[in-house]
């Protein structure tokens, strides 16, 4: 059995080794952030259409969304009782650079990056004690940005997120590598990142703990992945199915009711495979394209003149619990949640 204690990033200290994944649209919120950290783990905002419940949304959902950034992280910090607070922000964020500004001006702890990688993270911070960890899934893409950083910034990232296959939501991964997982041999890749690296922290006398997200849903996950060479885990999927996730309940009832053979790989609109609950909306758009209104300036990297869908819109009927006309996105695992828990009960069993 791998030792756990807790999980180190520079100061910020987590006495479960645990991050909530954060999840878009609406989904880790101030409430499922600000318990997951008060219980000993690093809770997760997800700056993802953040602002989608703004009066002014519709008509300027990017000053919504900065807006809410600062609202949320400020609601999360009454509830986590000083424990550790971060936010996700997706490199493929229309204006990403004013979000990252403006996570660092509400205070938040950590930033998480990821969906691209986050070459210039480390110029929109400056100065600020924000500690910067991005997202992989690949040995090379690890040993970009870590060379890219230094060279450029001289600063290497304070802790890497693995992400891998078995994740919910967008996937750093082709869909035919995505159709065969075993085939991946994942875990021999993880210890190339972990070793990668370790190498390159002890290089530079420094401390980057590696923390792998992907499928980990009990203590016995975590486990594997420590003994490893992880620090710690991240794990979203199973965060839904709590009373305290901001997500409608209907959304977490879609869980409850998923069979495995419900979990299905979607190609979304914004050019990245996903994983998502099948449900009569995903029947839909594989008739032809679903009906959309005014884009709301979500990602780079969707085409509103072609997108078969809106996947702000998608994503925002989810978080409200309309869940016919919603893509429901979640991890492999999302098949074996059974009931509705307190974050308490899942930290417990993940305290070291």
Avoid at 149 to 159: E, H, N, S, T, V
Avoid at 178 to 197: C, P, Q, R, S, T
Wanted: hydrophobic residues 45%.
């Amino acid at each position: 059995m791998a030792e756990t204690g807790p999980l180190v990033i520079g100061n910020l200290v987590a006495h479960v080794p645990v991050i909530q994944g954060g999840m878009g649209v609406g989904i880790s919120l101030h409430s499922l952030a600000g318990t997951v950290a008060a219980q000993g783990g690093i809770g997760v905002i997800s700056t993802a259409q953040i602002g989608y419940r703004e009066p002014d949304f519709d008509a300027d959902p990017v000053g919504a969304n900065l807006r809410a950034i600062r609202t949320e992280t400020e609601k999360a910090r009454q509830i986590a009782q000083g424990g550790v607070l971060g936010v996700n922000i997706m490199v493929a964020t229309r204006r990403y650079e004013d979000y990252v500004r403006a996570a660092v001006a509400a205070g938040i702890d950590l930033i998480i990056s990821g969906a691209g990688l986050p070459v210039d993270l480390p110029k929109i911070v400056g100065d600020a004690e924000t500690k910067l960890v991005p997202v992989v899934s690949s040995v090379k893409s690890a040993q970009v940005i870590i060379k890219y950083w230094w060279k450029k910034y001289g600063r290497l990232p304070d802790a890497v997120i693995v992400e891998g296959p078995l994740a919910g939501g967008h996937l750093g991964f082709h869909k035919e590598q995505l159709e065969n997982i075993d085939g991946l041999h994942y875990d021999n890749e993880v210890k190339a990142i972990i070793d990668e690296v370790s190498a390159v922290a002890a290089a530079h006398d420094a401390r980057i703990p590696v923390i792998m997200a992907g499928g980990v849903y009990t203590r016995a996950d975590m486990e594997h992945y420590l003994e490893l060479g992880a620090s710690g885990v991240q794990m979203a999927t199973r965060f839904v199915t709590t009373y305290e996730c901001d997500a409608a309940e209907a959304y977490k009832q879609a869980y409850i009711d998923a069979k495995e053979e419900d979990i299905v790989i979607v190609q979304s609109p914004v050019g990245m495979p996903g994983r998502a609950i099948l449900n009569p909306f995903i029947k839909r758009v594989k008739e032809g394209p679903v009906p959309h209104g005014r884009c709301h300036l979500c990602v780079s990297t969707c085409d509103p003149a072609r997108t078969p869908y809106c996947i702000t819109e998608a994503l925002i009927n989810a978080a409200r619990g309309n869940t016919e006309d919603a893509l429901l996105f979640c991890g492999a695992n999302a098949w074996r949640a059974t009931k509705l828990e307190h974050v308490k009960d899942i930290m417990d069993e993940f305290r070291p």
